[in-house]
């Protein structure tokens, strides 16, 4: 099942994801396709499926929302393929790819075997009072990792005994020991990734994908850690746009049938501080709304090809909506809003 419906009873992002989850499929009762989206989620899928299911489901109830008519998965006239969702109103039709970017098979390796690894790092760290870092290119396998987690404990004992020591490197693994108080800590980098070049090279294939389904825009959720734990996260928001816009007219400059991309952060993180806003450049528009007092998405409309810009304000509106959606939805049904979701 889902992630959220999983953790529902025991985690704040269960219960809020669930709520979400099931007022996007009330608010999508009478739409084109539904039927689709709950039977593929209900199935069972890995990761990646249920990344792009969500997408769909989220989205398209956003723009029912707001009173502009949805189909799921339709079939366009003329098109080989199904595309993933036609929004039709205002006067415009907008088909749309839309695909989820998920961390690649080398991080969540490195970081699975992290996992399995951070108890006995805790129990060294506790014991001699230090904490670790370092960094992980290539996880090791079982025999490797009870050498390394032996090793550690030396280089730990060593340095509780006052010693300043080199970091200790075995196969794809380096990590440093300090002295620390109470000690257990720790603190790894991922894998090195060009998230340029991914993001380059699904663009690609999705504009190829395109030309089969009839979709004139790209729909990106970006749950690979671009979005909040790089450098680039780091920078203002018109810089992060200027640089994304330049990837998309460059990654997309022979697909002449892809009219734009946008992108979103996938409110992914829980963030009860950050404001909403909107930046508006000639090459992009920013935006960023709160659906509850937990989440807040950052997205970026960019329009490639002349007559784009006549539908970029229904893509804002959509965007728009989802300002206070959780609250409006609930009292939409007849429902208070738990306390949880009103106040951190």
């Known amino acids: 099942m889902p992630a959220e419906i999983a953790s529902c009873f025991g985690a704040l992002a269960g219960l809020v994801g ?23 989620i209900k199935r069972g899928a890995d990761q990646g499926r249920l990344a792009s299911l969500r ?8 723009a029912r929302s707001i009173g502009i008519d949805v189909a799921i998965e339709p079939l366009i006239a003329e098109a080989e393929t199904k595309a993933d969702l036609a929004i039709r109103g205002k006067g415009v039709e907008l088909v749309i790819e839309a695909f989820a970017m998920l961390r690649d098979k080398r991080t969540m390796d490195a970081s699975a075997w992290l996992d399995r690894a951070r108890e006995g790092l805790r129990r060294i760290g506790e014991q001699f009072r230090v904490d670790f870092k370092g960094t992980v290119e290539a996880p090791l396998d079982d025999e490797e990792t009870g050498i390394w987690l032996e090793e550690v404990r030396r280089y730990a004992q060593l340095c ?27 603190s790894f ?14 663009l690609s294939k999705k504009a190829e994908q395109t030309k089969r389904s009839g979709a004139q825009w790209l729909l990106i959720e970006s749950l690979d850690h671009l979005w909040h734990m790089t450098q ?7 810089k992060r746009g200027e640089q994304l816009a330049a990837l998309f ?20 993180l829980m963030l009860p501080e950050a404001p909403e806003y909107t930046v508006e450049r000639q090459e992009f528009i920013a935006l960023a709304r709160r659906s509850d007092a ?13 007559g784009a810009e006549q539908v970029v304000p229904v893509w804002r509106s959509i965007l728009d909506a989802e300002s206070g959606w959780v609250g409006r939805e609930l009292r939409a049904n007849g429902l208070a809003q738990p306390p949880e979701l009103t106040a951190p």
Request: hydrophobic share 40%; charged share 20%; aromatic share 4%.
């Open 18 to 40: 669930t709520i979400n989850l099931a007022l996007a499929f009330e608010r999508l009762r009478e739409a084109d396709g539904k039927e689709h989206l709950r039977k593929a």
């Open 55 to 62: 997408l769909q489901v989220q989205w398209a109830a956003l």
């Open 160 to 186: 509780a005994q006052g010693m300043s020591l080199p970091p200790l490197e075995v196969g794809g693994v380096v990590i440093t020991v300090e002295a620390g108080n109470p000690g257990g800590g720790s």
């Open 189 to 202: 980098k991922m894998p090195t990734v060009s998230y340029g070049e991914r993001l380059g090279s699904r």
């Open 232 to 238: 680039w996260s780091q920078q203002p928001i018109a």
């Open 249 to 268: 007219r460059h990654e997309l400059r022979d697909a002449e049938h892809v009219l734009g991309v946008v992108i979103s952060d996938g409110a992914a």
């Open 294 to 306: 937990w989440h807040i998405r950052e997205s970026v409309i960019v329009p490639l090809r002349p």
